[in-house]
C-alpha cells in the first residue's frame, strides 16, 4: 500500500512561488496516476492537475493553466506542484492523490490521499 505525504505549502505573497512535494513510501508511485486537489477555506475540493504514470501526459484545471506545473520523479517516488503567479484565490489546503487507471479530474476516482499541506496567499 502507497502512502502519500505533501510538504512545501507556507505563506507566501500574491505573486509568489511555492513548490509542492507529494512522495509515496510503499509500492512503487509509478504504477499510480498522481493527481493535485485542492480545498479552498469553506468551499468544495477541486482539481487542480493530473499527470500520467510515465510524465508525459498532464492536465489542469483552467483557473492555474500556465502558472502551475505538475511533475514527477519515478526514481524519487515523488510529485511535484510548482506554483508561480500566486494569487490569493490560491489559498487552499492542497492534497495529492494518486490512481491506479488513466488520469481524471474527478477526486472520487482516486484510491490514495495524502493528508494535505497549507498554502496561504496574502494579497
Known amino acids: 500500500q502507497v502512502q502519500l505525504v505533501e510538504s512545501g505549502g507556507g505563506l507566501v505573497q500574491a505573486g509568489g512561488s511555492l513548490r509542492l512535494s507529494c512522495a509515496a513510501s510503499?509500492?512503487?508511485?509509478?504504477?499510480?496516476?498522481m493527481g493535485w486537489f485542492r480545498q479552498p477555506p469553506g468551499k468544495e475540493q477541486e482539481f487542480v492537475a493530473t499527470?500520467?504514470?510515465?510524465?508525459?501526459?498532464?492536465d489542469y484545471a483552467d483557473s492555474v493553466k500556465g502558472r502551475f506545473t505538475i511533475s514527477r520523479d519515478n526514481a524519487k517516488n515523488t510529485v511535484y506542484l510548482q506554483m508561480n503567479s500566486l494569487k490569493p484565490e490560491d489559498t487552499a489546503v492542497y492534497y495529492c492523490?494518486?490512481?491506479?487507471?488513466?488520469?481524471?479530474?474527478?477526486?472520487?476516482?482516486?484510491?490514495?490521499w495524502g493528508q494535505g499541506t497549507q498554502v496561504t496567499v496574502s494579497s
Open positions: 510503499g509500492r512503487t508511485s509509478s504504477t499510480y496516476t
Open positions: 492523490a494518486a490512481r491506479s487507471g488513466a488520469t481524471s479530474i474527478y477526486s472520487a476516482s482516486y484510491d490514495l
Open positions: 499527470i500520467s504514470r510515465s510524465g508525459g501526459y498532464t
